[in-house]
């Protein structure tokens, strides 16, 4: 990303092959909060679902979790990851940014269960709090100029 952005909406997004987690946060604000969960059979399913995502929200900016192995190494998602964002840019013209997502869903199961959510409950929100976690992690960057 060359332009440094200072307010505005941003989507989160925990990208996987069966289901996204999107998260929602503030620039301003520095806040992430979990959304929702896409899901669908076709490519064209869930960027219908993320299109009209983007038209309610009007984000400035989608972060991208980008998984990395435990020694920096590339991920077998990372190039999977890298062309979700292509196609947001793409598709709907929208600025992207990478955050490293290692461990993001570990800890997201371990924040569910901390608050009583836990086994099967999960599933159904489990990829959209890591979609927060990683949105977050950027919003945390981001104020203090590391991004």
């Known amino acids: 990303m060359n332009t440094v952005l200072h ?12 289901r996204i987690g999107v998260a929602v946060g503030d620039l301003d604000l520095g806040l992430a909060h979990p959304l929702t969960t896409v899901t669908g059979e076709s490519n064209d399913q869930r960027f219908g679902t993320i299109g009209a ?17 435990a020694d920096g190494g590339e991920h077998e998602m ?5 062309r979700f964002a292509h196609q947001l840019e793409g598709r709907f013209g929208l600025k992207t940014a ?5 461990l993001s869903s570990a800890a997201a199961s371990e924040d569910l269960n901390e608050a009583g959510v836990r086994g099967r409950r999960q599933k159904t929100v489990l990829d959209q709090v890591a979609a927060q976690r990683i949105l977050q992690s950027y919003l945390d960057q981001h ?3 590391i991004t």
Request: hydrophobic fraction near 45%; glycine fraction near 12%.
């Open 53 to 69: 995502l983007l038209k309610e929200w009007q984000p400035v900016l989608a972060v991208v979790g980008m998984p990395a192995h």
């Open 7 to 18: 307010s505005g909406t941003v989507l989160g997004f925990d990208f996987g092959l069966k």
């Open 78 to 82: 990372s190039a999977r990851c890298r």
């Open 98 to 102: 990478f955050v490293d997502e290692s």
């Open 143 to 145: 104020k203090y100029g």
